[in-house]
Structures are given as structure tokens and as C-alpha cells.
């Protein structure tokens, strides 16, 4: 079993700039990709970002170029640096890992381990 535990959410104003943090324990040699995850009210939750044990990442168009996700192998932590955030950047954002090597990075049904996730908020 691998537990992932999210920090880093708040609110902050369009234009502005946030970190989020996954740390992940346990199991966590059997992890392949981890990725990040978000889901705003009435919203499927969609793929924002993955990186893979080899350090290979994967966007989602919508953050390209404002988001990078970086990972501290030493410290099992996976990083979301968000800038230039817009409103429609505001959800709920999850922390997931797969133990194998997913077909498609950005889909949620490819990872078996999630955490509780942590509000983002981008006010106008």
C-alpha cells in the first residue's frame, strides 16, 4: 500500500503563483507514475499533470506552460508549481500513483493510490 498526503493548497488572487506537495509512504518502490489530478464542483475530475520514476512528464494542454511538476525521489515527494493561475484553475487537487506504467498518464482510472486532496482557489 502506498498513503499520499497533499499540502500546499490556499486561495490566491489570477496571476498568482502556488506549490503543492504529495508526499507519498508506504510501498512507494512500486510506484511507476505519479500524477496530480483535479476536480471542480459538477466537473469530472481531470489530468493536470504526470511524471514518471524516470523523471519523464506529461501535461495536460489546459496547463501548459504554467504548471511543472517535479518530483524528490530522496524525500518520496511529488511537487505541482502552478503560476499564472486563472480562475478556472480552482479545484479540489489530488495527489495519485500508479503501480504500473499507465496507457494514458492523464486518466484517472490508470492509478491505484490517491490521496485526500487540497482546495486551490483563483479569485478574479
Known amino acids: 500500500q502506498v498513503q499520499l498526503v497533499e499540502s500546499g493548497g490556499g486561495s490566491v488572487q489570477a496571476g498568482g503563483s502556488l506549490r503543492l506537495s504529495c508526499a507519498a509512504f508506504?510501498?512507494?518502490?512500486?510506484?511507476?507514475?505519479m500524477g496530480w489530478f483535479r476536480q471542480a464542483p459538477g466537473k469530472e475530475r481531470e489530468g493536470v499533470a504526470a511524471?514518471?520514476?524516470?523523471?519523464?512528464?506529461v501535461y495536460a494542454d489546459s496547463v501548459k506552460g504554467r504548471f511543472t511538476i517535479s518530483q524528490d525521489n530522496a524525500k518520496n515527494t511529488v511537487y505541482l508549481q502552478m503560476n499564472s493561475l486563472k480562475p478556472e484553475d480552482t479545484a479540489m487537487y489530488y495527489c495519485?500513483?500508479?503501480?504500473?506504467?499507465?496507457?494514458?498518464?492523464?486518466?484517472?482510472?490508470?492509478?491505484?493510490?490517491w490521496g485526500q486532496g487540497t482546495q486551490v482557489t483563483v479569485s478574479s
Open positions: 511524471i514518471y520514476d524516470v523523471g519523464t512528464t
Open positions: 495519485a500513483a500508479s503501480s504500473i506504467r499507465p496507457g494514458n498518464e492523464l486518466v484517472r482510472y490508470e492509478y491505484n493510490f
Open positions: 508506504g510501498y512507494t518502490y512500486s510506484t511507476n507514475c
